[in-house]
């Protein structure tokens, strides 16, 4: 069987069975032809007699119609990368204004972003070699700044 067939979806199926049933085709028939164009990715013979009877009620629709409940939620690169300018320009911003902005807020800083808070900062969970010597570096430099200017007021007192 070609790719092409396997790339078949529902509303391609959906206008098959459509075209088919106004030509006057019994759903066996349909199905029959479905498997063997498309194989083991045809749609079951229940699916076509269910869609038949769709469109004998006059749905001629082949788009799959609103479904109620909670709706999906999608991470797209666009607001990814609008949490991530937002934790740049403030590290120690909280998750809750951020949540003010943007939906899945901590699903996509923990998963995607791949960080964690860390001292009221947002930092990377893993950091590589490089990142690791520069902050040890830099923890380095205030210890000895705080540890100098302990070292200067014990001496004032």
């Given at each position: 069987m070609?790719d092409?067939?396997?790339?078949?979806?529902?509303?391609?199926?959906?206008a098959v069975i459509?075209?088919r049933?106004q030509?006057?085709?019994?759903?066996?028939?349909?199905h029959t032809i479905?498997?063997e164009?498309?194989g083991?990715?045809?749609?079951?013979y229940?699916?076509v007699k269910?869609?038949m009877a769709q469109?004998k009620r006059?749905?001629?629709?082949?788009?799959?119609?609103p479904?109620p409940?909670?709706?999906k939620t999608v991470?797209?690169p666009?607001?990814?990368?609008?949490?991530?300018e937002?934790?740049?320009?403030d590290?120690r911003?909280?998750?809750l204004?951020?949540?003010?902005?943007?939906?899945r807020?901590?699903?996509?800083?923990?998963?995607?972003?791949?960080?964690r808070?860390?001292?009221?900062?947002?930092?990377p969970?893993?950091l590589?070699?490089?990142?690791k010597r520069h902050?040890?570096?830099?923890?380095?430099?205030?210890?000895n700044?705080?540890g100098?200017?302990?070292?200067?007021s014990c001496?004032?007192r």
């Open positions: 070609s092409d067939a396997r790339d078949f979806n529902n509303m391609e199926t959906r459509k075209f049933f030509q006057g085709k019994a759903p066996k028939k349909i479905l498997t164009t498309l083991e990715h045809a749609s079951s229940a699916t269910n869609w469109q006059g749905d001629f629709s082949t788009c799959d119609a479904r409940g909670r709706p991470t797209i666009e607001i990814i990368d609008q949490i991530h937002l934790i740049l320009e590290c911003i909280s998750a204004s951020i949540a003010e902005q943007c939906e807020v901590g699903s996509i800083i923990h998963e995607d972003l791949d960080t808070k860390l001292s009221a900062k947002w930092v969970k893993c590589n070699a490089d990142q902050r040890c570096q830099s923890s380095e430099q205030i210890w700044f705080f100098a200017i302990q070292m200067i001496r004032d």
